[in-house]
């Protein structure tokens, strides 16, 4: 499969257009490390270290609930191959996005490939995701990569109000937007995630 194939089935499948310009702008073949020619299939890819690259449709229906805007704060945790990172980089170019992955070698190797697509407003940090990214907080929007056994109530706190959190739970996708009163809560089932490691 090309990538047009992919932006075909993504548009068939009536992603926002700004979703699909993203996904138009950022080569997937970048950020797979073996097995490129499968880069463009809709499909999960192994990046090492039992990890994986999420299914494009699965990202792009990700991205579409988390709504992303320009100049916002983004955080990513569980970021991976950089892969994620650089698609909001391109929704929000003049955001400051952030992502935080635990395993050493894919952070590392993750800030080289996005330095070398030329994508300067992501920073990659190496930690432990799970507790957010406390000395940036609060976020306009944060992304969980990977799936937890609840709500990630540490995450939801460094939400600013009105802020959106997308994460898997279990095998679902849940919305969280954070209201001064009470957050509102959707959700999707039906998926399957890495899980996300804690300490």
Request: proline share 6%; glycine share 6%; no cysteine.
């Given at each position: 499969?090309?990538?047009?194939?992919?932006i075909r089935?993504?548009?068939?499948?009536?992603f926002?257009e700004?979703?699909?310009?993203a996904f138009?702008?950022?080569?997937?073949?970048?950020f797979?490390?073996?097995?490129?020619v499968l880069?463009y299939?809709d499909?999960?890819?192994p990046?090492g270290?039992?990890q994986?690259?999420?299914?494009?449709?699965?990202?792009a229906?990700m991205?579409t609930?988390?709504n992303?805007r320009?100049?916002?704060k983004?955080?990513?945790?569980?970021?991976?191959?950089g892969y994620?990172?650089?698609?909001?980089s391109?929704l929000?170019?003049k955001?400051?996005?952030?992502?935080?992955e635990?395993i050493?070698?894919?952070?590392?190797k993750s800030k080289k490939?996005?330095e070398k697509?030329?994508?300067?407003?992501v920073q990659v940090?190496?930690?432990?995701?799970?507790?957010?990214?406390e000395?940036?907080?609060p976020?306009d929007r944060?992304?969980v990569?990977?799936?937890?056994?609840?709500?990630?109530?540490k995450?939801?706190n460094q939400?600013?109000?009105?802020g959106i959190?997308?994460?898997?739970?279990?095998n679902?996708i849940v919305v969280v937007?954070?209201?001064?009163?009470?957050?509102k809560i959707?959700?999707?089932p039906?998926?399957v995630?890495?899980?996300?490691?804690?300490d």
């Amino acid at each position: 499969m090309k990538k047009e194939e992919l932006i075909r089935s993504l548009k068939s499948r009536k992603f926002p257009e700004k979703i699909i310009k993203a996904f138009e702008k950022v080569n997937r073949e970048s950020f797979v490390p073996e097995e490129k020619v499968l880069a463009y299939e809709d499909i999960p890819l192994p990046i090492g270290f039992g990890q994986t690259i999420s299914q494009p449709y699965t990202i792009a229906f990700m991205l579409t609930l988390l709504n992303v805007r320009d100049k916002q704060k983004i955080l990513e945790v569980g970021s991976g191959s950089g892969y994620v990172l650089a698609l909001l980089s391109k929704l929000s170019p003049k955001g400051k996005i952030f992502g935080i992955e635990r395993i050493k070698e894919l952070a590392e190797k993750s800030k080289k490939v996005l330095e070398k697509e030329n994508i300067k407003n992501v920073q990659v940090i190496y930690g432990d995701g799970s507790k957010g990214l406390e000395k940036e907080k609060p976020f306009d929007r944060i992304l969980v990569s990977a799936s937890s056994r609840e709500l990630p109530q540490k995450l939801i706190n460094q939400l600013k109000i009105n802020g959106i959190l997308v994460t898997p739970v279990r095998n679902s996708i849940v919305v969280v937007k954070k209201e001064i009163n009470e957050n509102k809560i959707k959700e999707y089932p039906g998926f399957v995630f890495v899980p996300l490691i804690e300490d």
